[in-house]
């Protein structure tokens, strides 16, 4: 009975729970080593943990449904006005809102081949046509994408870096890309891995808004901020696209001890610079690693990496199950023989190399 675009859509498919693999296997939990969902693998800052207990004798009340004293904080740290913020069940709750407040199924959506799985599916639910771009190098082809914008087109999702390749795009190339599109389309720039990003190469997306009304940057909590378990993410935009976002919104998206956490992890620049460093010094370790078992890999900005084995993966993803190591095939992502592997702590990162390498010998 679901409607045409709903039946074709393929569901979001998920890393593996720890808990899940355990069962299947026997293992115990805590020899398990997850690096599947491009998670922050120091934990969540005990500022959070602290922010969390503050907010829990308040649990029988509605969370503040505007989120005031974290958009004041995001506003600050940003310099984008309140008025141009909008808060989101993590940031997929912001490019479904996209969807619902500028879609109808009359339009086209355009995004990359290889890009996050997300795109596809809030285009179906609205009943869109979904426009997907051959991809160049791994990563956007701008220049295509500009090109398959129709006068049915409403949005382009393009995301910096982007998931699962870890491609980004630099500052030239985007801003020769928001020249051409035209100003009744809205391009979403998902910046969900941007705090990850030490190079100046990449742009920061809340530069361009000024010039720019038709662009919305988003950005997540979940990533280097530590907190994807509580749902926290924000659009950047020119005030006229936060009011439709806002407009269509549930009107408790973000829960209070999300606001609570998310305010806290904000003022942690101390874990943000720690989860910086873990992420070098792992992306490197997990670099190294692959060249001496010689594999190749895309260069990375974000906090995973997308491996190539020269041969299908799921058999290799299957076995590093099997010895406890959960990452993320991407043949959904049109990549079968990738693995995108989340950069975690040393020792996790050793555990993966350790386990690849014995079941690259086997299968
Ligand atoms: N955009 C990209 C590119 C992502 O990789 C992810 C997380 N996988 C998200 C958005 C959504 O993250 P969240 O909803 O947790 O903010």
């Given amino acids: ?27 115990r939990p805590q020899d398990i080593v997850k690096l599947a969902s491009n998670e922050n693998p120091l934990g969540p800052s005990p500022a959070v943990r ?53 879609v109808g199924p009359e339009h086209e959506v355009v995004f990359s081949d290889h890009a996050f799985a997300v795109y596809p599916i809030v285009t179906q639910a609205v009943g869109a046509k979904a426009v997907s771009v051959p991809a160049k ?56 891995y941007t705090e990850y990003v030490e190079t100046d190469d990449v742009p920061n997306g ?14 997540t909590f979940s990533k280097a901020y530590g907190l994807a378990a509580l749902r926290v993410g924000y659009g950047l935009s020119h005030p006229a696209i936060a009011d439709a976002l806002n407009r269509v919104r549930q009107p408790f998206n973000v829960n209070s001890l ?17 989860s910086r460093r873990i992420n070098r010094i792992g992306m490197q370790q997990l670099e190294e690693g692959c060249a001496a078992l010689g ?27 099997r010895e406890g190591v959960i990452v993320r095939p991407v043949a959904n992502y049109g990549m079968s023989n990738y693995l995108r592997v989340t950069v975690g702590l040393p020792a996790e990162n050793q555990r993966f190399l350790d386990a690849l390498k014995q079941v690259l010998a086997r299968v």
């Fill in 1 to 27: 009975l679901a409607r045409p675009g709903v039946q074709k859509l393929s569901p979001y498919v998920p890393g593996k729970p720890v808990e899940e693999l355990a069962r299947e296997f026997g293992l």
């Fill in 50 to 102: 602290e922010a969390i207990a503050a907010a829990l004798p308040e649990l029988t009340r509605y969370p503040d449904g505007n989120g005031f004293a974290l958009k004041q904080a995001l506003a600050a740290k940003s310099g984008v006005n309140t008025a141009g913020i909008t808060l989101g069940n993590g940031s997929n709750d912001i490019l479904e809102l996209v969807a619902r407040a500028f």
């Fill in 137 to 192: 190098d791994w990563g956007h082809d701008l220049d295509a994408m500009a090109a398959a914008i129709t006068p049915s087109t409403r949005v382009v999702f393009i995301a910096n870096p982007n998931n699962p390749t870890g491609t980004w795009i630099e500052r030239d190339a985007l801003e020769a890309f928001l020249d051409r599109v035209p100003e009744n389309v809205i391009v979403v720039l998902d910046e969900a």
């Fill in 206 to 219: 809340v530069d361009y808004l000024g010039r720019y009304s038709n662009l919305l940057v988003s950005r």
């Fill in 258 to 274: 999300a606001l609570a956490a998310a305010l806290a992890a904000l003022e942690d620049e101390a874990y943000l610079i720690e």
């Fill in 295 to 321: 594999l190749s890999w895309i260069p990375s900005r974000g906090n995973f990496l997308a491996i190539d084995l020269g041969r299908e993966a799921a058999p290799v993803f299957q076995g590093l199950l």
